[in-house]
């Protein structure tokens, strides 16, 4: 069973671009969350799509944008970069009414 | 808010030598307790799931137990294939579609 997949694994972008990331699921899984992860903040929750339709939402700017698709595949936007969106950006999807997250290799953003 | 604690956030140990990480949290409702193990620019890998203080879970020289308000993740004769970062995160309840993560604890197992 294939894993989670998110291409492509790096970017370097300049400030001001926008960005888009790619996350394929687990086959059969519906769920497909967003991570960002920094060495100051650790790992932190951006949000996360079922079947579609956004469910919940971190506390993070407008900037930050997603959607699914209808099989479940997911994209990640970033708009206006700035400096401080470098990370490691993760996808994870689980299976409706699970609860383990299986998570991708994640994307390398790096923002100049 | 839920809020995850782990300790300490580093670890350097000795191969051989067992120890324990730990992870305290603050949830509403419990739904899960979660670790991860992460290498070096990877995404995490999942190592346990528990829903119940009392519950232990094992596999190689890892075992996680759980009480009402924290986890120990015991590492039993670590190598140093273990070394890695290790993640502990929350569920609630009220708001089981996203994961509450601790900072992780960096474990480096010397040989």
């Known amino acids: 069973k294939a894993g989670v997949t998110q291409t492509p694994r790096y970017l370097i972008k300049t400030r001001g671009q926008q960005v888009t990331l790619s996350c394929s699921p687990i086959s059969g899984h519906r769920s497909v969350s967003w991570y960002q992860q920094t060495p100051g903040q650790g790992l932190q929750f951006l949000f996360e799509y079922f079947s579609e339709t956004q469910r919940n939402k971190g506390n993070f700017p407008g900037r930050f944008s997603g959607r699914q698709f209808s099989n479940s595949r997911s994209e990640m936007n970033v708009s206006t970069l700035e400096l401080g969106d470098s990370a490691l950006y993760l996808c994870?999807?689980?299976?409706?009414?699970?609860?383990?997250?299986?998570f991708g290799q994640g994307t390398r953003l790096t923002v100049v | 808010e839920d809020q995850v604690t782990q300790s300490p956030e580093a670890l350097r140990l000795q191969e051989g030598e067992s120890s324990s990480l730990n992870c305290s949290y603050t949830?509403?409702?419990?739904?899960?307790l979660f670790w991860y193990r992460q290498d070096p620019g990877k995404g995490p890998e999942f190592l346990f799931t528990l829903y119940s203080a009392g519950e232990e879970k094992e596999k190689e020289r890892l075992k996680a137990t759980l009480t009402k308000k924290e986890s120990f993740l015991h590492i039993t004769a670590p190598k140093p294939e273990d070394s890695a970062t290790y993640l502990c995160a929350v569920q609630d309840n009220a708001n089981f579609n996203k994961f509450y993560f601790g900072s992780g604890t960096k474990l480096n197992v010397k040989p």
């Open positions: 949830v509403s409702g419990l739904r899960g």
């Open positions: 994870a999807s689980s299976s409706e009414g699970g609860t383990e997250a299986f």
